[in-house]
């Protein structure tokens, strides 16, 4: 996958990764911020997506489709798909655009809106990564766990870099016997579940 990036995909990725660098130097908040995962964030999930039992492949905060387009590999490779949902307009517009660059559209399905209302009930997904806003990650845990079929996979990001404020579903996790979890040091720190 990683030595063989599509031209398109690598093209935007290359885009994407030097707007994120100019937000992060410039340092005055604005809320249309990329706030991607690192490249080696990106390879993880990819790998992880790669080796994830049979199932529907969910991801929760799109913004400009960084972190899609890394999941666009294993789905080719696979021959799957990726729902990715984003609540903001203007994101959702981005990443659109970037799915279309990339020519990724036929593996990702780009959906605006808030998931927690979005997300369809079946208990069928094998792979889901949750990068959203803070205060919705307990509410995307309780959603997603119960939908995952055994083996399945759940990442969330920034397990590390936003401890104090995800120490409580990250708490949730390693107690909860319907999962085996642990975070893991790479990039902003990945909460890493899969289902019993
Ligand atoms: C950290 S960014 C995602 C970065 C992206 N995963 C990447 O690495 O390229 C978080 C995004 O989640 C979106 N978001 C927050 N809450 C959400 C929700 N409930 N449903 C869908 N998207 C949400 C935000 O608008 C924001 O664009």
Same mark, same amino acid.
Request: proline share 7%; charged share 30%.
């Given at each position: 996958?990683?030595?063989?990036?599509?031209?398109?995909?690598?093209?935007?990725?290359?885009?994407?990764?030097?707007?994120? $660098? &100019? =937000?992060?130097? *410039?340092?005055?908040?604005?809320?249309? !911020?990329?706030?991607?995962? @690192?490249?080696?964030?990106?390879? #993880?999930?990819?790998?992880?997506?790669?080796?994830?039992?049979?199932?529907?492949?969910?991801?929760?905060?799109?913004?400009?489709?960084?972190?899609?387009?890394?999941?666009?590999?294993?789905?080719?490779?696979?021959?799957?798909?990726?729902?990715?949902?984003?609540?903001?307009?203007?994101?959702?517009?981005?990443?659109?655009?970037?799915?279309?660059?990339?020519? $990724? &559209? =036929?593996?990702? *399905?780009?959906?605006?809106?808030?998931? !927690?209302?979005?997300?369809? @009930?079946?208990?069928?997904?094998? #792979?889901?990564?949750?990068?959203?806003?803070?205060?919705?990650?307990?509410?995307?845990?309780?959603?997603?766990?119960?939908?995952?079929?055994?083996?399945?996979?759940?990442?969330?990001?920034?397990?590390?870099?936003?401890?104090?404020?995800?120490?409580?579903?990250?708490?949730?996790?390693?107690?909860?016997?319907?999962?085996?979890?642990?975070?893991?040091?790479?990039?902003?720190?990945?909460?890493?579940?899969?289902?019993?």
């Amino acid at each position: 996958m990683f030595n063989s990036l599509p031209r398109d995909v690598a093209a935007r990725m290359h885009e994407l990764e030097a707007v994120d $660098a &100019e =937000d992060r130097e *410039d340092g005055t908040p604005r809320a249309n !911020r990329l706030r991607q995962v @690192p490249p080696d964030t990106g390879r #993880f999930l990819a790998l992880l997506a790669a080796m994830a039992p049979a199932g529907r492949w969910v991801e929760i905060g799109t913004s400009g489709g960084y972190s899609a387009l890394w999941l666009s590999l294993p789905a080719r490779e696979r021959g799957h798909r990726l729902t990715t949902f984003e609540v903001l307009p203007e994101k959702f517009m981005l990443a659109r655009e970037t799915f279309r660059l990339a020519s $990724a &559209e =036929d593996v990702i *399905d780009p959906v605006q809106g808030d998931a !927690r209302e979005l997300l369809e @009930p079946t208990p069928d997904i094998a #792979f889901c990564f949750l990068d959203a806003e803070k205060e919705v990650y307990s509410d995307c845990y309780e959603l997603v766990v119960p939908l995952l079929v055994p083996g399945g996979v759940l990442v969330a990001d920034n397990a590390i870099s936003h401890q104090a404020d995800l120490q409580p579903v990250i708490d949730r996790a390693l107690a909860d016997e319907r999962v085996d979890a642990m975070v893991v040091p790479i990039g902003k720190g990945e909460l890493l579940c899969r289902r019993r």
